[in-house]
């Protein structure tokens, strides 16, 4: 059974830095993507970014441009965010995600249903 887990979360104040982790277990084959989503108090799942295990491209939500960072480590399946210059609006659950059932349509990067399997998400709080 897939398993994803996230980890990396905290409290941290604004213009300060962040690395989230997660690791895909329960393959033996990589997935074709993994992304990173995030939810709000109040809010809906917003797509933060991803990474695509075929060709390595990376494609970012405009509120994250320029200051978050997703890598896939050296160690397979597991894929890292970079978060730096953290602003209060950042603070959010961000949730891990997996696609394996085949390569992710381009136009559906950053929609929720382009990806199977989800973690359970690490709570990242950034106070002014």
């Known amino acids: 059974q897939v398993q994803l887990v996230e980890s990396g979360g905290g409290l941290v104040q604004a213009g300060d830095s962040l690395r989230l982790s997660c690791v895909v277990s329960g393959r033996t084959f990589g997935p074709y993507a993994m992304a990173w989503f995030r939810q709000g108090p109040g809010q809906e799942r917003e797509f933060v970014a991803t990474f695509s295990w075929t060709n390595e491209s990376t494609y970012y939500a405009d509120s994250v441009k320029d200051r978050f960072t997703i890598s896939r480590d050296n160690v397979k399946n597991t894929v890292h965010l970079q978060m730096n210059s953290l602003k209060p609006e950042d603070t959010a659950v961000y949730y891990c995600?997996?696609?394996?059932?085949?390569?992710?349509?381009?136009?559906?990067?950053?929609?929720?249903?382009?990806?199977?399997?989800w973690g359970r998400g690490t709570q990242v709080t950034v106070s002014s």
């Open positions: 995600a997996a696609r394996f059932g085949g390569p992710v349509v381009p136009r559906t990067v950053h929609r929720t249903f382009a990806y199977e399997y």
